[in-house]
């Protein structure tokens, strides 16, 4: 294994590889002095852990293209976390968020396990241990991998039946996202062999919610929403659904959860943005992109305002190895996504059969006038979805090189009171820990 090795924290911070880290805030009061209230001389009550799904340095530089300007958490990076698993170099979604939500490392497809199967506290249930009222929220099913870590252990990541009702068990107070079929019982076409999760959870007081609306009038500090049969729609997508944001998400988590005086631990994954990377969707990967700085963005207002609460964010792992550049040219065409209005599986799913109208419907969702050459690509592609995400990336200078995950370091972002700890090289087992003292709760 290897070691790990502390970065120089240098006053005027250090850049590594194109991130500037130091230890320092880039807020400041009205007097122009540095915002020390965001560097640890505050009391840490409540922990909001976003994690950005697959994400890493090439996507947050190309995001901050995208958008015009840096995301919403650029300002706080700290420093870089090691993701490599029990058993691997380049670890999956499970094992990394075994990591992240225990501080043990596992073996990639195991939850909330050590590799001999051993169960492991998270620090959600420390957390709930310490009379803290604790949350789940994502844009996958709510029982996929990085969400199931925090409150279930399961040998296989795709036990999502087992995981579901873990979270009961386990106390979560919010749940969040999609994943529907999870909670019901196979009488009711649900997954569940006999469970009706969702009934005993209104039984046990939780308040039950299915949309946007709904979402947005809850009351109880113990909230279920699930929006989605399976996956909820990606952000390009969303608009033609009822289905609430991730900052919609985020927001009603956080005023459910501050109904307990004790504080809350809150987990709140960007899922998409790894399933993005792996289909090689450059405009889904941006757009959902934008959905998870935008929930940053509400949690940082919150920690602002709240003084006592510690935002801390950080990809599990890269996916798809994202280029900033392509195709051997020293140039970025990212604007291209602006105009992107679907994914590459639902523009693949408006072809007709001969693919014939491969330029309208990339004329229609991406306002991409095809090429002889590129029409050649999708129609003879065995994977079509596929050959209109390379054209779109091949548009936009976006390059990729895996369809899975890469073993590449990730930053780490920090605001808050003790959001110092934070910094230099960590390792992704440090950040639980981190969090656990910064709370002053035992883990």
């Known amino acids: 294994m290897l070691k790990k090795t502390a970065l120089l924290a240098l006053s005027g911070g250090l850049v590594l590889s194109g991130i500037a880290i130091g230890t320092q805030d880039s807020e400041t009061t009205a007097s122009g002095k540095p915002d020390w209230a965001g560097q640890g001389n505050g009391k840490v009550h409540n922990v909001i852990y976003m994690i950005p799904d697959g994400y890493n340095a090439s996507y947050a530089t190309n995001y901050r293209w995208f958008k015009g300007e840096e995301s919403s958490f650029d300002p706080y990076v700290k420093g870089l976390m090691q993701t490599y698993s029990a058993d691997t170099e380049v670890t999956d979604s499970a094992a990394a968020g075994t990591a992240m939500a225990t501080g043990v490392k596992t ?21 709930e241990e310490a009379g803290k009222s604790t949350g789940l929220v994502a844009t996958s099913t709510i029982t996929h991998a990085t969400p199931a870590v925090f409150g279930s252990s399961v040998e296989s990541r795709g036990d999502q039946a087992l995981i579901a009702p873990q979270y009961f068990d386990n106390g979560v107070d919010v749940i969040l996202g999609g994943g529907r079929d999870y909670f019901l019982p196979e009488s009711e076409d649900g997954k569940q062999p006999e469970l009706n999760l969702v009934e005993s959870a209104q039984q046990d007081g939780y308040e039950y919610v299915t949309d946007l609306d709904e979402l947005t009038s809850a009351k109880s500090g113990k909230l279920l929403g699930l929006f989605a049969d399976d996956a909820m729609a990606p952000e390009l997508e969303r608009g033609k659904t009822d289905q609430p944001s991730l900052a919609d998400m985020t927001g009603a988590a956080l005023d459910a959860l501050e109904q307990d005086k004790d504080g809350f631990f809150l987990m709140v994954e ?57 195709n051997g040219e020293y140039d970025l065409n990212i604007d291209v996504l602006h105009d992107v209005k679907a994914t590459g599986d639902t523009m693949a799913a ?58 590449t370091d990730v930053p780490v972002y920090a605001y808050g009171a003790k959001s110092h700890k934070f910094s230099g090289l960590l390792d992704n087992t440090d950040l639980p820990k981190l969090m656990g003292e910064a709370m002053k709760i035992e883990f």
Do not use: C
Request: hydrophobic share 40%; charged share 25%; glycine share 8%.
């Open 350 to 407: 408006e072809l007709n059969e001969d693919r014939s109208n491969a330029g309208e419907v990339l004329k229609e969702y991406a306002n991409i006038e095809l090429t002889e050459e590129e029409a050649a690509v999708i129609t003879e592609a065995d994977d079509v979805a596929s050959a209109i995400n390379e054209v779109i990336s091949d548009r936009a200078l976006v390059g990729w090189t895996t369809s899975a995950h890469t073993g």
């Open 107 to 127: 073996n990639n497809g195991m939850v909330g396990v050590t590799p001999d199967g051993e169960q492991v506290d998270s620090i959600l249930d420390a957390a």
């Open 270 to 326: 960007g899922s998409q943005i790894d399933w993005a990377g792996h289909a090689h969707d450059a405009a889904w990967a941006m757009n959902d992109t934008k959905a998870f700085d935008e929930a940053v963005a509400a949690a940082i207002e919150y920690a602002k305002k709240d003084k006592n609460t510690l935002v801390v964010v950080a990809g599990d792992h890269e996916t798809g190895g994202m280029s900033v550049g392509s």
